[in-house]
């Protein structure tokens, strides 16, 4: 039997909130502490969700000894600090998507990971779902030809108060960060290189954040990634991977998907249906201690490479609409 993985989140927000009870579903993790940026969140929260330790800042958190690995769930425009500042005391970090702001924070914290030899993964939940592995042997065993195009939406249709991560610039908030990188981690996933144009439109709303967004990619043997992303749009969540002999349709809600279908000349001729388990954030979080269990640095599933290359490819995007970060460092 491996070791017990010992875990601590910072931040008390709605996805740690989340991150805690996939932990409490997985008999190899131990959740031993919490950090916020106050003690009364952090009690709160230890004590909603059973944690030993509630720390009051996010410092003394990374310091604490006996954790072996941090989950970083605070806005877009912390991930780099906090991730940093828990590599440099030695722990491993599963950090929330979207990895950091831009690609120059990207590639600073994977360099760190790799000076302080220490595991590092960005959260990206659709890596680790088990139909989405099963569809890809659709793809590598040729049941739609050569894959030309993907197309692929993510929206949110929130309202969201003023002052929330979700539309605010000095958080990094927008469309493109919070839910573009689940269209263009996909079209990563399916093509497995980098874009050789990239081209988008995207609409800033009155908080100066994008509210809404397209984007097309085109690769070097001219395949092409058509994807859209919103946060307060009302649309279908789908996504379709488009061949010369067929055609894949990965059903609503792709990024965490239940069910997808296989057309050969628009019949519909094979079906995997799959029910998620728990809440999903605990198939990441069993890839992390799998890989700390086999002594990995990164996971193959989302690679650092390409956490980088999708960070690149965000920033292009975003050139093309003149927008940039109040904490940018482009
Ligand atoms: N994987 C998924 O399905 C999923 C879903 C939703 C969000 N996310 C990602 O998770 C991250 C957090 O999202 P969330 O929805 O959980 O956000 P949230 O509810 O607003 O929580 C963010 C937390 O970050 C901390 N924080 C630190 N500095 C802050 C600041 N200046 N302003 C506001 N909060 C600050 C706060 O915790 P303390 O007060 O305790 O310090 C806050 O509760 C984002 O990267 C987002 O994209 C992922």
Request: with cysteine; charged share 25%; aromatic share 8%.
């Amino acid at each position: 039997m491996s070791q017990k993985i010992k875990w601590g989140i910072i931040s008390t927000g709605h996805i740690s909130s989340k991150f805690a009870d996939a932990l409490k579903t997985l008999p190899q993790a131990e959740l031993i502490a919490v950090a916020s940026r106050n003690q009364e969140s952090a009690t709160e929260f230890a004590k909603k969700h059973n944690i030993p330790k509630a720390y009051p800042t996010y410092q003394e958190l990374a310091a604490d000894p006996d954790i072996d690995v941090v989950y970083i769930g605070t806005p877009h425009s912390f991930h780099f600090e906090n991730s940093v500042m828990c590599m440099r005391k030695g722990k491993s970090v599963l950090c929330e998507k979207a990895f950091t702001i831009n690609a120059k924070e990207a590639k600073e914290m994977v360099q760190i990971a790799h000076e302080e030899n220490v595991f590092l993964m960005e959260a990206m939940i659709p890596r680790h779902i088990p139909l989405l592995k099963k569809l890809k042997k659709w793809i590598t065993d040729g049941r739609i030809g050569d894959v030309r195009m993907v197309k692929a939406s993510r929206c949110a249709h929130g309202t969201f108060a003023t002052g929330a991560r979700h539309l605010t610039p000095e958080l990094g908030g927008g469309s493109l960060l919070d839910v573009g990188v689940y269209v263009i981690s996909f079209a990563s996933w399916i093509f497995n290189k980098a874009p050789v144009e990239v081209v988008g439109l995207g609409h800033i709303g009155e908080l100066g954040s994008d509210e809404q967004g397209v984007a097309i990619l085109k690769y070097d043997k001219g395949e092409i990634a058509d994807l859209s992303f919103a946060l307060k749009t009302n649309a279908v969540d789908e996504a379709y991977i488009l061949g010369t002999n067929g055609y894949i349709k990965v059903h609503e809600l792709f990024a965490v998907p239940t069910k997808a279908s296989l057309f050969v000349n628009n019949k519909e001729v094979d079906v995997i249906e799959e029910v998620i388990i728990g809440n999903a954030l605990n198939y990441e979080a069993e890839e992390v201690m799998r890989c700390l269990n086999e002594g990995l640095k990164e996971s193959p599933h989302m690679p650092l490479y390409e956490s980088i290359q999708i960070m690149e490819i965000m920033d292009k995007i975003r050139k093309t609409w003149d927008l940039t970060y109040p904490n940018d460092k482009i």
